[in-house]
């Protein structure tokens, strides 16, 4: 497979980022404690929130969230006051801090403990113990998640908090979910059909996503083309081990026969005693999967067989002994992934993020990236919902929501939709790694997210240290093939600005000069009148 040397790469890019004007309307807000400007900075730090969604826990149900358990984020102003109290000093009970409003509520709700948000980081991860000051401008250093009585009314525990002048936020501990497969089978070794030319990987003629020949797959026979474009994009860039992608799901099998290879050299917060699940080494492997090294399937940023993808780091943060949501970015960003793969949500549809997952968000989009982009990128999945509701975090202002399609280029039935989703990528029969060594089919927007990340993973790999995460947004969004609305009339707008399109992404790199996709649709509504 050919690449470009890095010489010319860097004249193409740079040639390309003087030409190309590429418009974000990001829309941000400054955060809790920092009130007055869009953006901040404390100590040299540039600190930039997203607009979040109202958190009216009156419309959310009991059913959402945990009990027993609440994070406040306390005032600025009650910092140097903060830094003073030992919490760990009890009186029947519960834990005196030596603030009378704080302990009057300590007492009632039978509050145990205190604990900062933080503080298992700090014990698993080196890189962010260097860190400390910027996660203070940040303001993570004023969260604690607290301890209290199971049977107290959570809204009502959550507005008293609140009410006090010492906090400035107090949110509910939802039930984060994985976006669980629809449909989950192995892989049957009976079910192989050639399809041409392909890298090595035995099981490749079955991944119709990367190259859709017309295989019959799950029973229903594909559309030659309805794929996300790989071969051609293989052509210019097959991944860079410089750059890390950072699966964050439920733990990956870090030592797959076809991972193992492409992991990276920590593998991630727990090393090697993170648990593996089934879901997160299936979106792992569709991220950076070997390709072409004889063995099983390929990966979409996977190198040409010699190990040489993209490294994946593992942040189990769903399941057992995870790691909790908001420090999960944070982590991200600091041991330096440029790119964020997540298929979970706060628990379906219009369940707004918590204001402190989305604190982690907005800080790996500012400080992400390492040295390959410039600012993270967090991509996610839409839900699989079939609806138009929201579901965060996808649908939050800093992160990419994705949604999925089949072989025949058909909205998959499950997959959610809306005017906040940003881009489709393909989700039905996705075959990819299982555990223990296998392999296995899986549908949904869980499958389409890992897409998305290996393409901008290819994307940052041929332009390594020269994009802003901005760029690569804009470089996704306009590449995506819009005929996809060709096949979903009746979705039209509603799938983002297209379908993903690895090799056109790639393109916009290589040839400045190549048209953009159009991104206007003014479409007449079919006849049933649905848009």
Not at 434 to 459: C, D, I
């Amino acid at each position: 497979m050919n690449k470009l040397t890095t010489t010319i790469r860097h004249l193409v890019i740079c040639n390309l980022l003087a030409t190309l004007i590429l418009s974000v309307n990001i829309q941000i807000i400054d955060g809790q404690g920092f009130q007055g400007n869009t953006q901040n900075k404390t100590d040299n730090y540039r600190v930039k929130f997203g607009k979040r969604p109202p958190l009216d826990m009156t419309n959310i149900p009991e059913d959402a969230y945990h009990s027993g358990k609440i994070r406040i984020q306390f005032e600025r102003d009650f910092e140097k006051t903060l830094e003073s109290i030992d919490f760990e000093i009890a009186e029947n009970g519960h834990i005196m801090t030596g603030i009378s409003a704080l302990d009057a509520l300590n007492k009632i709700y039978k509050v145990e403990k205190y604990k900062p948000m933080l503080e298992e980081l700090y014990k698993i991860s080196e890189a962010s113990l260097q860190y400390k000051e910027r996660h203070r401008a940040w303001g993570f250093h004023l969260w604690y998640d607290l301890i209290l009585d199971n049977q107290a009314d959570i809204v009502e525990v959550l507005q008293a908090f609140e009410d006090l002048d010492e906090v400035s936020i107090a949110e509910p501990s939802f039930k984060i979910k994985l976006i669980e497969p629809v449909e989950s089978r192995p892989f049957d070794a009976e079910e192989i059909t050639d399809s041409g030319w392909s890298p090595d990987d035995p099981l490749y003629s079955q991944q119709w996503h990367y190259h859709n020949t017309g295989q019959t797959i799950g029973g229903q026979t594909g559309i030659p083309g309805w794929d996300c474009n790989a071969e051609l994009a293989w052509e210019i860039e097959t991944g860079n081990s410089d750059v890390i992608v950072a699966i964050i799901d439920t733990g990956m099998e870090f030592d797959h026969e076809d991972i193992e290879g492409n992991m990276w050299e920590h593998i991630g917060p727990q090393g090697t005693a993170t648990p593996s699940g089934s879901h997160g080494t299936h979106c792992g492997g569709t991220v950076a999967a070997v390709t072409n090294n004889n063995t099983g399937v390929a990966g979409l940023a996977g190198g040409s067989g010699s190990d040489d993808g993209v490294r994946l780091m593992t942040i189990r943060a769903l399941g057992a002994g995870s790691m909790c949501q908001g420090a999960a970015h944070i982590y991200a960003a600091d041991n330096g992934a440029a790119i964020t793969s997540n298929s979970w949500s706060m628990g379906g549809p219009n369940i707004p993020i918590n204001p402190s997952y989305a604190d982690g968000i907005d800080y790996f989009k500012e400080e992400g990236g390492g040295d390959a982009l410039d600012g993270g990128i967090a991509i996610f999945a839409a839900g699989n919902y079939n609806s138009s509701d929201p579901v965060y975090p996808g649908a939050y202002i800093n992160t990419m929501a994705v949604a999925a399609h089949d072989n025949q280029g058909k909205r998959s039935g499950f997959s959610s939709y809306g005017e906040w989703v940003h881009i489709i990528a393909p989700g039905t029969n996705v075959l990819s790694t299982e555990l223990n060594n296998q392999y296995s089919w899986k549908s949904g927007t869980s499958m389409a997210t890992p897409h998305v990340s290996g393409a901008a993973a290819l994307v940052v790999s041929h332009a390594y240290g020269l994009l802003t995460n901005d760029e690569l947004w804009e470089i996704l969004e306009n590449s995506a093939n819009p005929d996809i609305y060709e096949e979903n009339p009746g979705f039209v707008g509603l799938l983002g600005s297209g379908r993903l399109d690895a090799y056109a992404a790639l393109q916009l790199l290589a040839d400045p000069d190549a048209p953009a996709p159009v991104s206007d649709f003014n479409v007449i509504p079919g006849a049933d009148g649905a848009l």
